[in-house]
């Protein structure tokens, strides 16, 4: 069955930056794009950027521009968030998510959590 | 950036009755228009696309309706595994959510 698996939680200081993974089963990773949305405590759902799998084309959110870094590792049907710069803001659970215009596929979410 | 509201932010219903969730865009979205059901420490579940059109598995209790700012999602009949947080998800421009609207047992 279609799956999105994501890396599992990290603690990370102010200023540091995270990874996130996500690997994709069950379908041709290719065919898709993949989102990236994340959920700070008690808040809404936030739309942090896009990729195109296979031509590597980004989109991201005014909000985290020069902050994110969206990329894909097609050998491995894996796609990779990173996150730099962290702040306490930015806890929060992440979720990666195929583009299916909206998605009907998400990962199970990857805490992060930023403390010193 | 194509803002999302949703009314209300809380909604109070008894198990059976009819709830009623509102979503309004800031400019047209056509019917690319998604509805998601969020419960804690859950990721999204799909409930209805297109506006109107069920996800696969979805009962037949989740209806969806409205194009263009304004949207609904009705729930027929609340059973006791619908109380949830409901956001409601535009991708005509790139991606925004609603600030979500929580179902809760009255």
């Known amino acids: 069955q279609v799956q999105l698996v994501q890396s599992g939680a990290e603690v990370k200081k102010p200023g540091a930056s995270v990874k996130v993974s996500c690997k994709a089963s069950?379908?041709?990773?290719?065919?898709?794009?993949i989102h990236w949305v994340r959920q700070a405590p008690g808040q809404r759902l936030e739309w942090m950027g896009w990729?195109?799998?296979?031509?590597?084309?980004?989109k991201y959110s005014e909000n985290f521009q020069g902050r994110v870094t969206i990329s894909t590792d097609t050998s491995a049907s894996t796609a990779h968030m990173e996150l730099s710069s962290l702040r306490s803001e930015d806890t929060a659970v992440y979720y990666c998510?195929?583009?299916?215009?909206?998605?009907?596929?998400w990962g199970q979410g990857t805490l992060v959590t930023v403390s010193s | 950036e194509i803002v999302m509201t949703q009314s209300p932010a809380t909604l109070s219903v008894s198990p059976g009755e009819r709830a009623t969730l509102s979503c309004r865009a800031s400019?047209?979205?056509?019917?690319?228009l998604a509805w998601y059901q969020q419960k804690p420490g859950q990721a999204p579940r799909l409930l209805i696309y297109?506006?109107?059109t069920r996800a696969t598995g979805i009962p037949a209790r989740f209806s969806g309706s409205g194009s263009g700012t304004e949207f609904t999602l009705t729930i027929s009949s609340l059973q006791s595994e619908d109380f949830a947080v409901y956001y409601c998800?535009?991708?005509?421009?790139?991606?925004?959510f609603g600030q979500g609207t929580k179902v809760e047992i009255k």
């Open positions: 998510a195929r583009d299916d215009g909206y998605s009907s596929t």
């Open positions: 069950g379908y041709t990773f290719t065919s898709y794009g």
């Open positions: 990729i195109s799998v296979g031509s590597d084309n980004t």
């Open positions: 400019q047209s979205v056509s019917s690319n």
């Open positions: 297109g506006a109107s």
């Open positions: 998800l535009q991708h005509n421009d790139w991606w925004t």
